[in-house]
Structure formats: C-alpha cells, structure tokens
C-alpha cells in the first residue's frame, strides 16, 4: 500500500467504497500474489504500528536510526523489520519493473505490425 498510497484515500476512492464486509466488490480487486486476496479494502487492516514502522523505514532508507550509534546499536526487532520492509519494497519494485518492461515490449511489437 505504501507503493500505491493514492489508491487508499478515502476521499477520492474509485473502487465503490468496498470498505468492509457489508459492501464487497464481486471480485477481489486488492491483491498481493502470494499474501492476500481481498474484495474489501486493505485499509482497514493498517495498523497504527505498521504506519509507525512505515514511517521509521523512510528514515531508515534516508540513513536516520533512532539510537545513537550505527545498526548494530539498534534494537534487534528494529533491525529486522527494516530489513523485512526492505525486502519486501525491493521485491515489488522489481515486479513493477517486470510489468512495465512486458508492457513496453508489448507496446513496440504491436507497433510493428
């Protein structure tokens, strides 16, 4: 979601407003290979502390820790979440990468026909 912040914004949603339950899509419109698949919005199941942690791996990325010293003053949990959130943000930049690059190749041999 933090990829595609704009897309869960409450006040300019384009999705129909499937916030819960009591209003599902008639297919899953939200999915993460491998994680979930969902006809209700992700939103709701953000946590505070994921917010929180989103928010310190931006710092982390921009080489701020929040303990004096370098990583291996850090606590050990915050450690690993970084290097999780990492993780997963390399992988779905790669896939996006992979998406784009099919669809240029797409785009050039339909040209060429």
């Known amino acids: 979601m933090a990829h595609h912040a704009e897309s869960f914004r ?9 916030c819960d339950d009591s209003n599902p899509a008639p297919f899953a419109k939200w999915v993460i290979r491998g994680v ?3 006809k209700t919005c992700l939103l709701p199941m953000i946590t505070p502390q994921t917010k929180f942690l989103l928010r310190m ?3 982390y990325r921009g080489r701020v820790l929040p303990y004096d010293g370098g ?6 949990y915050y450690a690993e979440m970084m290097e999780w959130i990492s993780a997963r943000d390399a992988e779905i930049t790669a896939e996006e990468q992979a998406r784009a690059q099919r669809q240029q190749r797409t785009a050039g041999l339909r040209e060429m026909r």
Request: proline share 5%; aromatic share 4%; net charge negative.
């Open 57 to 59: 791996h931006d710092h």
């Open 36 to 38: 979930i698949e969902s």
């Open 10 to 18: 409450c006040d300019t949603c384009a999705w129909g407003r499937h």
């Open 71 to 76: 990583m291996l003053d850090q606590p050990h």
